[in-house]
Nanobody
Framework: QVQLVESGGGLVEAGGSLRLSCVLS????????MGWFRQAPGKEREIVTA????????YYVNSVKGRFTISRDNAKNTVDLQMNSLKPEDTAVYYC????????????????????WGQGTQVTVSS
């Protein structure tokens, strides 16, 4: 059974940085496209960033471009999210998600396509 476990959330001041990590177990990591989503109180879940199986293609929502970086290590079964220049509006629960797909180059940005989800990790950015 595939499981995703996130870590690295916390409280940070505006302008600071955090690094989230997600480890996948119970499956062959390299066969999964990965994504990070977030949900703020009272708001719908939104895609933050996604990465292809190969790691060669990525997607970022406009609001985080230039500040966030997604990366994956297929040898360690991990996908990381480096978040810099954090803003109060980045405050949310962040979720890691995995979608087993055939194409190594494809990026998955729709939440309903993802098969597995982590439990989430809280990120709070104070002003």
């Amino acid at each position: 059974q595939v499981q995703l476990v996130e870590s690295g959330g916390g409280l940070v001041e505006a302008g600071g940085s955090l690094r989230l990590s997600c480890v996948l177990s119970g499956g062959t990591f390299s066969t999964y496209a990965m994504g990070w989503f977030r949900q703020a109180p009272g708001k719908e879940r939104e895609i933050v960033t996604a990465i292809s199986r190969s790691g060669g293609n990525t997607y970022y929502v406009n609001s985080v471009k230039g500040r966030f970086t997604i990366s994956r290590d297929n040898a360690k079964n991990t996908v990381d999210l480096q978040m810099n220049s954090l803003k109060p509006e980045d405050t949310a629960v962040y979720y890691c998600a995995a979608d087993r797909i055939f194409e190594p180059w494809r990026v998955v940005i729709t939440g309903r396509e993802y098969d597995y989800w982590g439990q989430g990790t809280q990120v709070t950015v104070s002003s």
